[in-house]
């Protein structure tokens, strides 16, 4: 209808998102390698729309929403596995709880606080000068000391610790933005983004499921996906229909 014209259009307007990286054909989609010259801009007005709002834009047009749970920590547990430091026993209970989608929840019981307080220490332990010090962080590093050690690492290394969450935001801009979306609109789909998530037509999830299994398969991503309440688990042994060029390697920007 008129309406969702009119809102994809204006999304499309407004992404202004750069896809001038390497791009790498497989049978199943589109790999585009952002060398982020430009990072792609997720913001736009649909971002700052409240739930309710777009809750009733949904409902009206028939159209789901698909984002990953506790997603930019299932991108840092991905980094770091492509580092091989899933050696270590706390990284991989770490990598175990962010790829189940459940690391808020798993957290709040071993540190017997709420989902909240769970996602509240993330955001210090994530996003906070690594000089900074709370009972939290300090509990925190005593169950998962690598996993914190290669946090800090990465902020000492750039001399800023703020470039932390920069480097989750464009990892997971070059996910949704320069590939997911790219893809499913090149499929001729109807699809917005809203940060981490991908809002289509619920007529098309079946279509937009199989491609990001086939795409997160690539790039060997394991993770869970939230569609309107339902847990969707994302593994890297799915079966998909169309497999990637043999010798292929997933060539996401992992510093």
Do not use: C, M, Q, V
């Given at each position: 209808n008129e309406h969702i014209a009119a809102l994809e259009a204006q999304h499309q307007k407004e992404m202004t998102f750069q896809s001038e990286g390497e791009r790498e054909e497989t049978p199943a989609f589109t790999h585009i390698?952002?060398?982020?010259?430009?990072?792609p801009i997720l913001d736009h007005n649909l971002t700052s729309l409240n739930k309710d709002t777009m809750k009733i834009i949904k409902k009206d047009n028939d159209l789901i929403e698909i984002d990953m749970k506790n997603c930019q920590f299932a991108i840092h547990a991905y980094w770091m596995k492509q580092k091989d430091l899933c050696v270590h026993e706390d990284v991989q209970k770490y990598y175990d709880m962010c790829s189940k989608g459940i690391l808020y929840e798993e957290l709040a019981k071993i540190m017997n606080v709420t989902r909240e307080e769970a996602k509240q220490v993330m955001m210090e332990v994530a996003f906070t000068s690594e000089d900074y010090r709370s009972p939290a962080k300090k509990l925190f590093r005593s169950l998962f000391p690598n996993v914190v050690a290669h946090i800090n690492g990465f902020k000492k290394e750039k001399k800023d610790s703020s470039l932390f969450s920069v480097e989750l935001q464009e990892l997971e801009s070059e996910i949704f933005v320069d590939n997911l979306y790219t893809n499913i609109k090149d499929l001729g789909l109807f699809c917005l983004t809203k940060h981490d998530s991908l809002i289509v037509k619920r007529a098309d999830e079946n279509q937009v499921v199989a491609l990001i299994r086939a795409?997160?398969?690539y790039l060997e991503l394991e993770c869970v996906l939230d569609i309107e309440g339902r847990a969707v688990p994302i593994c890297s042994d799915d079966k998909v229909t169309e497999n990637r060029?043999?010798?292929?390697?997933?060539?996401?920007r992992l510093n």
């Open positions: 390698k952002n060398n982020h010259g430009g990072l795409y997160f398969k060029h043999s010798g292929d390697r997933k060539s996401t």
